[in-house]
């Protein structure tokens, strides 16, 4: 029995400290969070991402290379515009409240995970430099580098994608009227 006892009495010596620096971790790994997407900001971006979903941009975006799709559009476009608004109405609808419920789960899993992968020490030293005047900066201009970057390679890449969606064209229509043939003339 004594030594149980001395058994359990080394294992919680032992875990203390590693749990001591996990809540610490966790702690450092908040505050890093915090600092890197404050809550507000990201429910702004939540916002703006779903008005754009509920313009009907996502839906146009996933049919634009679609030629019945652009051939559908040309022939009464304020109609076609109505449509698209519905439907990303109705997509924005559907997704928002799991995108809404995303937001703190994943800021949640976020924390845990740089809580496993660094020390308090080390989420703090991180914390430090995103304060110091070269942090603050390219926290404030990693927004426009990813953008210039996208807008470069949509440059480069564009014409070409855009390129290889139309000569894929006639093959998805082909498939499509597969699964949607036109109705016979008498029925």
Known sequence: MRARVAFLALVWVGASPAAAQGADSVAAA???VALLAPEAVERQQLERQLAQIRSGAAIRAMFAGNPRFRQEAAKNPPAFDQAIARM???QADAVGPVMREMLPATRKATIAAYARAFTAAELDQIAAFYRTPAGAK???TQPQVQAEV???IGQ???P???AAHKSAGPRIEAELRKLFPAPSPGG
């Open 30 to 32: 908040t505050r890093l």
């Open 88 to 90: 990303g109405a109705i």
């Open 138 to 140: 390219f926290l404030r």
């Open 150 to 152: 996208a807008r470069q």
């Open 156 to 158: 480069q890449f564009g």
């Open 160 to 162: 070409r994608m855009e």
